[in-house]
């Protein structure tokens, strides 16, 4: 195995120095009843030509990749400039560990301080931390810090939230002295105003939705975050579909006061649900409170600038069962791959992909809205997402699109009843025109 | 590269109308009509424009700064900093796990799907647990995970109780993730050896106490050998045992958590099954539980049925999901390819390995460094800064004066029972080479702190950016760029 680089010689030199006979009196503070008497019952070993032949065989057992797909739902696919491959794969970026001796981890802090600069900078807010570990976590450390921020018990959530982040949510709090209610929405698709004033009152703690949602509807931002100030609560905006951030206002802006979600958008491959990036921004006065880890500049003692992993007695070293969370790790290498990105993309060419998304997405919802039968099941305005409602039941239709060699998207029949028609269908720059084409073509044959 | 070149930030590189160009044009017409009624921005205030050869340029020289553990050896206690072999770097960017939508139909994933069940299955055989789930996406997260299906089950026995007992030489993460789970933690004081004091924890183990978590070896690198015992004490008052894994190196192919009594576990994969630490993350902290506990396993579970795998959400019991979608699955790709490749002789090398050049550097040591408890240990040793304090040089200089030989120091913060702790893992794949090397670096300190304390407390003095004021970053804090600060 070419990963242990002892040689037998320096195995029997380093057991003399050590004063033992054999490695197994290293083992003899283990009491010898617990002591594996047989070789664990595993495969292998492989050599690395037999490791990349049985890796690809198992790879091969998934449908080809180059399906024409149209899912998205808080994964998406977009165009990945090689230049993030090449760069975050420098071993010097890949292979060290969280940076705890700053003075030789300068990379890696330069770039979390760039990364949270850049969040601050689409969400419109002060602060952002150095990453979480994806969109669902980070709702439920929002709801969290929520609470600790006003010590409030009670937090709505919106029913438009992914359905997912709102089951990580329950999952946290199932312990808590915390309570979750829903927030239904409306035939715009967005949340239901006149439940979200019924339901907020004094001992509410934020107004946590998505925009654009689920749904792939737009929220309004303002009159959200205005609602829940009138109660003092928080208003919790959530992002999956980070690249909107370059073309809507910033939900901070909007008057948001914490703004988190999912920044797979950025430079990070679908690879089937992770690793992700989670983030997370806030105001400046609930810096306190903000969970994970945080990078600020400092100086050394020439007067140079640096950086340092920063205000860590919110973490776990002090205090340790009333740190703000639990949080150890975050996802460096992720944040990384989104700040080479971000910095390639840059101002316009951010812009522009965003631009590409609402264009084809128009010209898509154009395209198979003419497809007879095909109807939109939300009025509100869309970002690359959108909702239809088909005659037939979605399972039916999906089987003949697939034969087809087509992914129309994700069937909602999950998200209740009325929806087992519904299909939440993405379109990203990645779709050409034809591709859209393709589409509608499918549908209205396999609906014909 | 020279150390004077600073390199600023990349908003500080930016020049309007700057700027790559990497998508086709769009072959549709230009409409923002879906959009009607929405509050748009007209730019992104302060966000950088600079060309492709600035931003590898930057990239580059800032990779430059770090030190990595393709560089040499990283010492950190407790971290299990190894080498990640490149090849699971290459396998799990195949496309088709790279391209595969986490929502794809369960046909189009049966790759993907069997290598979660493969993992599940040696994860398992390797702890001796009977069923895993991979969904936390961290060592914590897995902490978390598994004090929560701990919760869940004694709520199912209608006896959900008030208290988690963890030993002073815990992991950081170990109390805050009690407390999300609504425990109150109580410490457990470790006796002269560094082990958990058995009267003590049987003093304070009763019928309100939920679990132990224990973390084996401990954070001193000590085998709790009385281990069976204690998981007996606890058991018999209808406890649970946690084991935090993180150590798991230490022991694979040697023996399992399952045998001495652990009822749940997480694993590091990053640490013990090599995934590259990435600065930070990101990781993966799956959970193995014994047959008890598993109903109560995160969802999705992915289930085997006649060679065809399926996705099972429909668990009554299941604390639910941790996760969006399917973990860190790129994480997890990688785990599998450092198992299949080390095999069942392999799994006991490493940890053989590990420990043989622990007890290496701790030999070589001893007599220049104070070793706080001298009980054996495995894969790492933790001395401290005790003899050097009487020449006014703490762990922090000795730290920073390593960085001058070309070595990343050891950890210092941990474990909190030794105070200016110097806490060593060398890790299993180090060299002969790399460990005299380190040795030899800490001798010549340990010479320098008697002659020359003063060039320890200046140190480093070749880096980048030379002792940097955390305190100052801390009481002033500047957390982004800003254009007119």
Redesign the interface.
Known sequence: ?S?????ER??K???E???VSS?DD??????E????KK??????????ME??A???A????????G?L?F?G???Y?H?I?S?VD??S????????????????????L??I??F???I???TGL???N??L?????AAAEAV?MAQRVTGKAKVLVAASL?P??R??I???V???DLTVEEVPFTERGTVDAAALDKALDDGTAAVLFQSPNYFGV?ED??SISTAAKTKGALSVAMVAEALS??????PG??GADIVAG?AQSFGI????????LGFMAARKEY?RQLPG??????????G?????L????R???IR????T??????????A?RA??Y????????????A??N??????A?EKLLAVRGVERRFSG???NE?VIQLPKPWLDV?KAL?KKGI?GG?GLDKSGPGFERCVLVCIT?LH???D?DRLAAGLEEVLR | MIREIREPLLFEISAEGKGCSYLAPLDVPESAETLSGVALRETIEGFPEVSETEVTRHFTRLSQKNYCVDMGIYPLGSCTMKYNPKINEKLSSLPAFTESHPQAPEEDIQGNLEVLKLTEKLLSEITGMDAFSLQPAAGAHGELAGMMLIRALLEDRGDPRKFVLIPDSAHGTNPSSAHICGYTVKEIKSNAAGMIDLGNLAEAMSDEVAALMVTNPNTLGVFESEILEATRIVHDKGGLVYMDGANMNALTGIVRPGDMGVDVLHLNLHKTFSTPHGGGGPGSGPVGVKKILEPYLPVPVVVEKEGRFAIDTDRPKSIGRMRSFFANYLVVVRALCYILSLGPRGMREIAETAVLNANYIRKSLEGLYHLKYDAPTLHECVFSDKRQKEHGVSNLDIAKRLIDTGVHPPTMSFPLIVHGALMIEPTETESRRDLDLFIEAMVKIAGEAEKDPEVLRSAPHITYVRRLDETGAARNPVLRWEKNP
């Open positions: 195995m990963y242990l680089s002892l040689s320096d195995r030199e380093m057991l120095r050590i004063g490695v290293l083992f003899c503070c283990i009491p009843a617990i002591h594996l070789d664990l019952d595993l495969p292998g070993p492989l050599s690395e490791l990349a049985e890796i690809q198992i790879a091969g057992r998934n449908a080809p990749a399906i797909s899912m739902g808080g994964a696919p165009f400039p230049v090449y760069l794969s420098r071993g010097e970026f890949v292979s060290p560990y969280t940076p705890y001796q700053p003075e030789v981890s300068q990379g890696t330069q770039v301080f760039e949270q600069t850049l601050c900078q689409l002060d602060i952002a150095a990453s570990y994806e969109g669902a976590t969290l992914h997912q982040y089951e990580v329950r999952t946290y199932r312990n808590l737009c931002v303002r951030l370059a073309l809507l206002e910033a802006k909007l999912e491959p679908l690879g089937f649900g992770g690793p992700y810096l880890r945080i990078c600020g500049q400092t100086t050394d003692v020439e140079q600038r640096g950086y340092v920063t205000l860590s007695t973490e776990q070293h340790r069962e009333k740190a969370s639990n949080i150890c790790t975050n996802q460096a290498l992720c990384l700040t080479i971000l910095a390639a993309m840059g101002r316009e060419g951010l812009r522009r992909a631009r590409h609402v264009a084809k997405t128009a010209y919802l305005p869309v970002f959108f999906d697939r992914r994700i720059e050409a025109g034809e859209i």
